[in-house]
Each structure stands twice: as structure tokens, then as C-alpha cells.
Nanobody, 127 residues
Framework: VQVVESGGGLVQPGGSLRLSCVVS????????IGWFRQAPGNLREGVGC?????????HYADSVKGRFTISGDIAKNTVYLQIDSLKPEDTAVYSC????????????????????WGQGTQVTVSS
């Protein structure tokens, strides 16, 4: 199983980014994908997650609700994290992780729930 993120960069406050998470090595039906971030000096925190077979039921951390949107494209084996109205405090390394197989009806964005991790992509919000 491989998990690869991309799409990070330097963005001005108020801007937007879309991060991509491409997964491979398993059937894209029964799995969960979590998005996480880690700022310097902080613990890694979950920002949201989605079930692989149905991206209608994404879940988000309270701190990012309304600004972060997770969506999936099964045909492309890709899950996206859209981040709008970026703030300097969103600066972090963003990672996605997969839990496979996963047959649950919901997901939870906690680090210990996930088995396969990408290398992360840096998001810097600064003017």
C-alpha cells in the first residue's frame, strides 16, 4: 500500500489550496482516509476523514469545519482536501493516511486508527 500527498505550498492568508492523496495497492472500496497536520512543536492532529466508498460522509475536526472539505474520486484512487480561507495558524505539514480494510459506517481522524501514511506536504500561510 502506498499513500502519496501533493499540493502543498506557500499561500497568502485568505487563499485556498487543494491537497491530493493518491492511494494504491488495494481495492478502493472498503477503506478510510484521514487527513492530519502537524505544526512545528505540536502534536499531529486529525483534521478530517472520509470513507473510501462514499465521500458524502466526511467528518471534520471542529477547528476546521466550514473551511476544510474532503472529497474523493474513486476512479482516480484519490482523496482531496480543499482548504479555504487559509490562516497563518494552518501552517503545518499535512499528511494523509489510510486504514485498509475498513468496513465501518463512519471514520475517525485519530492517528492510531491508521496504518499507512504518506510523507506529508508542507503548507505555509504567510503574507
Amino acid at each position: 500500500v502506498q499513500v502519496v500527498e501533493s499540493g502543498g505550498g506557500l499561500v497568502q492568508p485568505g487563499g485556498s489550496l487543494r491537497l491530493s492523496c493518491v492511494v494504491s495497492g488495494f481495492t478502493m472500496d472498503y477503506y478510510a482516509i484521514g487527513w492530519f497536520r502537524q505544526a512545528p512543536g505540536n502534536l499531529r492532529e486529525g483534521v478530517g476523514c472520509v470513507l473510501g466508498r462514499d465521500d458524502r460522509f466526511a467528518h471534520y475536526a471542529d477547528s476546521v469545519k466550514g473551511r476544510f472539505t474532503i472529497s474523493g474520486d474513486i476512479a482516480k484512487n484519490t482523496v482531496y482536501l480543499q482548504i479555504d480561507s487559509l490562516k497563518p495558524e494552518d501552517t503545518a505539514v499535512y499528511s494523509c493516511a489510510a486504514r485498509y480494510p475498513w468496513y465501518g459506517d463512519t471514520c475517525i481522524a485519530e492517528v492510531h486508527e491508521y496504518d499507512y501514511w504518506g510523507q506529508g506536504t508542507q503548507v505555509t500561510v504567510s503574507s
